[in-house]
């Protein structure tokens, strides 16, 4: 099947600034798009989903907009904090089993 | 609320033997659930589909024999990996999906399998 493809396998943030991590999916058909937060040795932790009928949604500290035109997703993380560095994965559905992306490790510089 | 607990956590087995893991949905009935194996500094991969009382279907490529998956109840599903090889050492995750809704899947917290 088609697979989510992420920008960036690695994203250095100075603390404070924002982070913008990217993500391009290849299922036209896809409908549904969720952001996860990968700690080491941890299971994902959803951070915010967007449906095809939407382009931007907002949560706290965090955005994602999605570009259907072009089928890309980004995640927008403001004034990023050092608890903010894991790996972040995009996931896309139709409502089929969530396909992620291959993750961009995001640190931060104290 | 929609929290998926997984036991154990780690697990060391001797190659050659089988190890089974649970995913437990807590607070919600999970007509379908979901296993992704994940190897280090790699991404998720699903592994198999399953939904409450049928057999599970499997990815490609995925051994549905050495796999087993069981989904016995709306709360528990049992990933088994049978006669297990080094090279089946990994991250396993399950997640869940509440019968109400269609998208949202809960994952669980994970199990390091390191088989010796």
């Known amino acids: 099947g088609e697979s989510v493809g992420l920008h960036l396998p690695t994203l250095s943030v100075q603390e404070g600034d924002n982070s913008i991590i990217n993500c391009a999916y290849s299922?036209?058909?896809?409908?549904?798009f969720i952001w996860y937060k990968q700690e080491s040795g941890k299971g994902p932790q959803f951070i915010i989903d967007?449906?095809?009928?939407?382009d931007k949604r907002q949560g706290q500290r965090v955005t994602v907009l999605l570009n259907k035109t072009v089928k890309h997703l980004s995640l927008q993380i403001a004034a990023t904090q050092p608890g903010d560095s894991a790996v972040y994965f995009c996931?896309?559905?139709?409502?089929?089993?969530?396909?992620f992306g291959k993750g961009t490790r995001l640190s931060v510089i104290a | 609320g929609a929290v998926v607990s997984q036991h154990p956590s780690r697990v060391i087995c001797k190659s050659g033997t089988s190890v089974k893991i649970e995913c437990r949905s807590l607070?919600?009935?999970?007509?379908?659930m979901f296993w992704y194996r994940q190897f280090p500094k790699q991404s998720l991969m699903l592994m198999a589909t399953?939904?409450?009382?049928?057999?599970?279907?499997?990815e490609q490529g995925v051994e549905k024999d050495k796999f087993l998956i069981n989904h016995a109840s709306l709360t528990l599903s049992t990933l088994t990996v049978t006669s297990a090889h080094p090279e089946d050492s990994s991250f396993y995750i399950c997640?869940?999906?509440?019968?109400?809704?269609?998208?949202?899947?809960?994952f669980g917290p994970g199990t390091r399998l390191t088989v010796t």
């Open positions: 997640s869940a999906r509440d019968g109400g809704l269609a998208y949202e899947q809960y």
């Open positions: 299922n036209s058909a896809s409908d549904y």
């Open positions: 967007i449906r095809s009928n939407m």
């Open positions: 996931a896309e559905s139709n409502p089929t089993p969530l396909v």
């Open positions: 607070d919600f009935q999970a007509t379908t």
């Open positions: 399953s939904n409450e009382g049928s057999k599970a279907t499997y």
